[in-house]
């Protein structure tokens, strides 16, 4: 059981009411109680429950003002519990005192793997305490120490701490007081370190010099896989250190050196020494007013690379000259399968530039292009180099303005075209036509499986055209027509196509206006259908009578495995007829039906149904009116289910007295997780 009650203005009088709550609570797991107002008598409250609690991994109590006080409670927990996974203490000024409460019980703990203590006013005396704690440890793996005051002495302790642990992987010591000298400490302590893969230094004041400490120490370490210098005041020379300790490192996947130094010069020398390395797959230079030049220095680097195949600029802001220096180096490319540009302001141009990659490479198998202000034209040079492409997959072009005209130019490039298969053309303006001429080369299309033409306009003139493809359409797996304007004539047309369907798993039709005649259309196409596995429905406007036809097309149902009817306006009649619909079914886990007119009637035939079902592992009930007998009828139903783990009846004019009730009744369920409390006025 999960509890989330995040940024709900508890203090220390609604937690006292919770741990009453939570004291005969045996299947509670995770408690999230981050940005409230505990403080110290709230901790001590949580203290007197939580200690023996066997069933918590899981405690984030961020933003709490818990202070060294409160942490002397914490301590206690962690002392006597003996399940305690993950630990969430940021911000809560806990400063060295309270530090040294914790760090007695973190060296008794044989369970804690995860401690974050950011923002804690934690400095140089209280790395003393965690670091004799360190010593033993023998199951931290990851620790958050950002956002305090620890200085060169405490990364000393921190250093000689993990210089003999053999657990910890991820170490955070972003904004602290950590110079040249610190910066020493963690390099010879990495030197012979052989766990820790991931360390964020950001913005501290480790420069030139301590840069080459940590050099030093790359040239033979073999586990640090991600280094994060951001805002370390590192120049020219200490570019160099690190450019030569790269030669020979052979598991440093990802390096951040965004806002230092450098000048253009040094950037250069420094990025082109990974082209000889064998390792190096992921490369991050960002300087977001330099978008086209960091664009020419990667091209200078990767123009001959043989081992990267993932390029991810995406928002990096380098237009159309940037795109113009990648095309150049990546157009003889023989490694480079996927290339994400999505929100470069690429536009016409841009494209134009890529068509020498489409033209003349021979493994790119994904390009994103989203959201880069590309219009018909764009789309015409796009469509020219896919009609002699035998590679790309993947096509992402969503959210720019190709409108009709480019979805004309690209149905050309696809009547030819036998590698694409996922193409996603949403939020395009292109309308009833552009939807036409792309039905139209569809049709002899036999490669494409994903189809996304969400928040396009598209109405049932557009739906009509699409009819002879889906019909005849032996490939299509996924088709996305979220947020168009189907409505009843949409769906009609839309479930003439479908009817003899035997491919489409996934139809996607949330957002258009679909009401109980739509439905029904929709209903009968699918009624024989045994493919189909996820249908969503979300904000449309389907009833009772709706629901009851849907009801019907899937009552033997064997595919089916997720409906999602969220926000439509199903009453305790549609609840019944769906829920002797899938009373034995062997094969839904996922029914939605959040923010519908469901009441106590409706509840109790789902709870009937669903009580001894085998495969529903979600069910959403939030936002209905199912109240107080509703709510427990349906705990009487699950408190022995061991397949549903996610309930969820949020919102639902449910007491306070009943809510307790509930969770009473689905105390020894250990598998479901509850979704019940709406606000913190439910703890009063």
Do not use: C
Not at 471 to 492: A, C, F, M, P, Q
Request: aromatic share 4%.
């Amino acid at each position: 059981m999960a509890l989330n009650l995040e940024n709900k203005e508890i203090g220390y009088k609604e937690i006292r009411v919770l741990s009453v709550a939570l004291r005969y609570n045996k299947t509670i797991a995770m408690l999230n109680l981050n940005y409230n107002q505990i403080g110290i008598r709230g901790t001590q409250y949580l203290s007197e429950v939580l200690r023996n609690k066997t069933t918590l991994t899981k405690l984030e109590l961020r933003d709490n003002e818990i202070r060294a006080e409160g942490a002397l409670y914490l301590a206690d927990i962690i002392n006597n519990n003996t399940t305690l996974v993950e630990l969430d203490l940021n911000d809560n000024d806990i400063r060295d005192q309270g530090l040294k409460y914790l760090a007695g019980a973190f060296q008794k703990s044989k369970a804690l793997t995860t401690l974050s203590l950011a923002g804690n006013k934690i400095e140089d005396q209280g790395m003393y305490h965690l670091a004799n704690a360190f010593q033993n440890t023998t199951t931290l793996t990851a620790l958050d120490l950002g956002r305090n005051k620890i200085g060169n002495l405490g990364i000393k302790y921190l250093a000689d701490g993990f210089r003999k642990n053999k657990a910890l992987i991820k170490l955070k010591l972003v904004s602290n007081e950590i110079g040249a000298e610190g910066a020493q400490h963690l390099g010879k302590a990495l030197e012979n370190n052989n766990t820790l893969a991931e360390i964020d230094l950001t913005v501290n004041k480790i420069g030139d010099e301590g840069v080459q400490y940590l050099a030093n120490a790359f040239k033979n370490n073999n586990t640090l896989a991600n280094l994060d210098l951001y805002g370390n005041e590192i120049g020219d020379q200490g570019a160099q250190h690190l450019a030569d300790a790269f030669r020979n490192n052979t598991t440093l996947t990802q390096l951040y050196l965004e806002d230092n130094e450098t000048s253009d010069e040094e950037q250069h020398r420094e990025t082109d020494v990974p082209s000889s390395d064998k390792t190096l797959i992921t490369f991050d230079l960002k300087d977001e007013e330099k978008g086209a030049e960091r664009a020419h220095y990667l091209a200078d680097i990767f123009a001959n690379n043989e081992t990267l195949n993932t390029l991810n600029l995406e928002n990096d802001n380098i237009g159309s000259q940037g795109t113009q220096h990648l095309a150049n180096a990546f157009q003889n490319n023989k490694t480079l399968t996927t290339l994400n540009l999505a929100s470069n302001a690429i536009g016409d141009e841009g494209v134009q530039h890529l068509t020498k990659i489409l033209e003349n490479n021979n493994t790119l198998t994904t390009l994103n292009l989203a959201k880069n202000g590309i219009d018909a034209k764009g789309a015409e040079h796009l469509a020219k180099a896919l009609e002699g492409n035998k590679t790309l997959i993947t096509l992402n072009l969503s959210s720019n303005e190709i409108g009709t005209e480019g979805a004309q130019h690209l149905a050309k490039a696809l009547e030819n075209n036998n590698t694409l298969t996922e193409l996603d053309l949403a939020n395009n303006n292109i309308y009833n036509e552009g939807t036409q001429h792309l039905a139209k080369a569809l049709e002899t299309n036999n490669t494409l499986t994903a189809l996304n033409l969400a928040r396009n306009e598209i109405g049932a003139e557009g739906i009509e055209q699409l009819t002879s493809f889906l019909r005849n359409n032996t490939t299509l797996v996924t088709l996305n027509l979220k947020h168009n304007k189907l409505e009843v004539d949409g769906v009609k047309h839309l479930a003439v196509g479908l009817e003899n369907n035997n491919t489409l798993i996934t139809l996607d039709l949330v957002s258009n206006t679909i009401d109980d005649e739509a439905a029904l259309h929709l209903a009968a196409a699918l009624l024989n259908n045994n493919t189909l596995v996820t249908l969503l429905l979300r904000y449309n406007k389907i009833g009772d009578k709706g629901a009851e036809y849907l009801a019907i097309a899937f009552r033997n149902n064997t595919t089916l495995h997720k409906l999602d009817l969220t926000r439509n306006q199903i009453g305790d009649q549609g609840a019944q007829d769906l829920a002797t619909a899938f009373r034995d079914n062997k094969t839904l886990a996922y029914l939605g039906l959040d923010g519908n007119k469901i009441k106590q009637q409706g509840a109790q035939h789902l709870a009937a149904a669903f009580e001894n079902n085998k495969t529903l592992t979600f069910l959403d009930l939030a936002g209905n009116e199912i109240g107080d007998q509703g709510a427990q009828d349906l705990a009487a139903a699950f408190r022995n289910n061991t397949t549903l783990t996610t309930l969820d009846l949020r919102r639902n004019e449910i007491g306070k007295v009943s809510k307790h009730h509930v969770m009473q009744t689905l105390r020894e369920n250990t598998t479901l997780k509850l979704f019940l409390w709406d606000d913190v006025e439910d703890l009063d």
